[in-house]
């Protein structure tokens, strides 16, 4: 069910970026005190949806001319990693419904005066996977498909699916995304899952929808960001190249999990005492460089998060196309900082003792959910290390970035 009875008050409201940011922050112990329930109904919490969507935060990437924000990809990792302190589920689910509205601000002219038109924002899923089929029509395409991984899907007001698309005049199709609207799909409860229980990203099908040919995006001048939205819109944030920006959207969660995992084994060790001992685990050497390993660590990763965050932004600032050396870099940067997360999540749940293993403790949820995750195409080392070590080596690469 739609969280927009939020909508009318997140349309009035004016929030500067610090402000936004903040406001979502404060929302933190809400999160944690509903990751449980998101669990037990597979899916996120309505008033959880409805407190962030109260705030605006779905306006964060809208353009100026359409009433949103314009405002920056870091204060984006910031409030992201934040959320995903209080529960990965729910932030990844706001995270990437944030993200969509960025990518739907990369379509034509056309497109966004539909939408954003009469729309302060979408909530939407977006399955690049090109799982459907598109059959031209009079004044657009007749769209049939089923799409796995619809993340935002159980509150949404539209979807974004990809399609391999024919297009007049040309003989090869083209990796197309279409938008249409929630009530010409059908969601198949699919998620049984080990972790991200509470994202109930359930699947997507259209059976034979129309949807106007405005409506879609070529996704090749998305990743580059030579996009029609890119040429239309004055800010910078629209250059961004796609994949890098889409794996910081995924990414700001996991890394704000692992903040969370490493304050929990830290207040840990203050009660616990170790089994055939009388001390606390906190007085023992081997538990503090644990936590001294732990809280370096994290501090690094968090530090060099934002540093491929600012160079992301550094790309659209530019004004100039990335170039696919420097995607497939940026995307293995990603995927290596997502892997030290879940190692490090790892790690301080191994020095927690068996009973961080109960169903009733954040750690191993902070556990299940980061190993879940973390198996995201866009992280995929093995994908994203081949296709940068072929360009390294002169040839092609072997798949999109």
């Known amino acids: ?69 314009e405002y920056s990809l870091s204060g984006f990792m910031e409030l992201g990693m934040a959320l995903g302190e209080g529960c990965a589920s729910h932030a990844w689910v706001t995270t990437f419904c944030m993200e969509h509205n960025w990518l739907l601000s990369l379509y034509a002219e056309a497109a966004q005066e ?110 580059d960001g030579t996009s029609p939205g890119a040429q239309l819109h004055k800010s910078p944030i629209y250059k961004m190249p796609m994949l890098p920006v889409l794996g910081l959207t995924a990414t700001a969660p996991l890394i704000g999990t692992a903040r969370n995992a490493v304050a929990l084994f830290s207040e840990r060790l203050q009660g616990r005492t170790v089994y055939g001992t009388t001390s606390k685990q906190g007085e023992r050497a081997l538990a503090q460089s644990r936590l001294a390993h732990a809280m370096a660590e994290m501090s690094s990763i968090e530090n060099q998060i934002m540093s491929v965050a600012r160079e992301v932004e550094g790309w659209g600032t530019a004004g100039e196309p990335c170039p696919e050396l420097d995607r497939a870099r940026l995307r293995v940067d990603i995927g290596l900082l997502v892997r030290r997360a879940r190692n490090l999540v790892r790690d301080v749940v191994e020095a927690s003792g068996a009973s961080a293993h109960f169903l009733d403790n954040p750690l191993q949820r902070a556990l299940r959910n980061i190993n879940t995750a973390s198996c995201h195409t866009v992280f995929d080392l093995d994908v994203s290390t081949e296709m940068y070590g072929r360009l390294l080596v002169g040839l092609p690469p072997n798949g999109p970035i």
């Open 114 to 223: 539909d939408l954003f038109g009469t729309n302060p924002y979408i909530i939407a899923p977006g399955s690049l996977a090109p799982n459907g089929q598109a059959t031209p029509a009079d004044g657009g395409y007749r769209i049939s498909g089923r799409w796995q991984w619809g993340t935002g899907v159980m509150h949404a007001n539209f979807v974004m699916v990809g399609v391999i698309t024919p297009v007049e005049g040309q003989e090869a199709p083209i990796m197309g995304m279409f938008v249409l609207p929630i009530d010409q799909v059908q969601v198949v409860d699919t998620w049984h899952v080990e972790g991200m229980v509470g994202t109930g990203s359930n699947d997507i099908v259209i059976d034979d929808a129309f949807v106007p040919a405005h409506r879609m995006v070529n996704l090749a001048t998305v990743r």
């Open 1 to 69: 069910m739609p969280a927009s009875n939020a909508s009318s008050a997140a349309i009035q409201r004016q929030l500067t970026e610090r402000q936004l940011i903040d406001e979502l922050k404060a929302l933190t112990p809400l999160l944690r005190d509903n990751a449980a329930l998101a669990e037990q109904q597979r899916k996120p919490v309505d008033e959880v949806m409805r407190a962030i969507e109260s705030t605006g935060a779905y306006r964060w990437f809208v353009p100026k001319k359409y009433g949103g924000y």
